[in-house]
């Protein structure tokens, strides 16, 4: 049996941009970075980052238009696919990508728009919710 997974969380580098095929699929390429930090032998704070190219087809890739800019963060599943083509100069490259199946936005949707707690002099202004009560999911709030 053989795997071909690749899971990342990170942030868009860019705005996706999304295309059509001439039979009407939905295309989307975009780009991630990943940062790995760690210290050295000496104690100083070294920091990598990886830059991964993504694309992603048909609904996937409309949701992704529609929901992610650049600094997005993101959980993306996929597998990791290369492909070759010839340059105008007969030079044959090579680009890995990875092909998405499934993402997760990691943004907290609204965080800067409202704010539940109550302001220490106006204690009305919003209600109080229970520490164990669960919110509700309204269905119109997925994006999917």
Do not use: C
């Amino acid at each position: 049996m053989d795997l071909n997974k690749a899971t990342l969380i990170g942030r868009l580098t860019a705005d996706p941009e999304s295309r059509t095929t001439p039979n009407g699929q939905t295309v989307v390429s975009f780009s991630i970075a990943t940062n790995l930090v760690w210290k050295d032998a000496n104690g100083e704070k070294k920091e990598k980052t990886e830059f991964h190219n993504m694309v992603a087809w048909r609904k996937l890739a409309e949701i992704i238009t529609q929901y992610l800019k650049k600094g997005s963060r993101i959980y993306i599943e996929g597998r990791l696919q290369t492909r070759s083509w010839e340059d105008q100069n007969g030079i044959k490259k090579y680009r890995t990508e990875i092909i998405a199946d499934n993402m997760i936005m990691l943004d907290n949707k609204g965080a800067n728009v409202e704010n539940k707690t109550p302001s220490p002099d106006n204690k009305d202004s919003a209600p109080q919710k229970d520490e164990n009560e669960e919110e509700e999911i309204n269905i119109e709030d997925i994006p999917f």
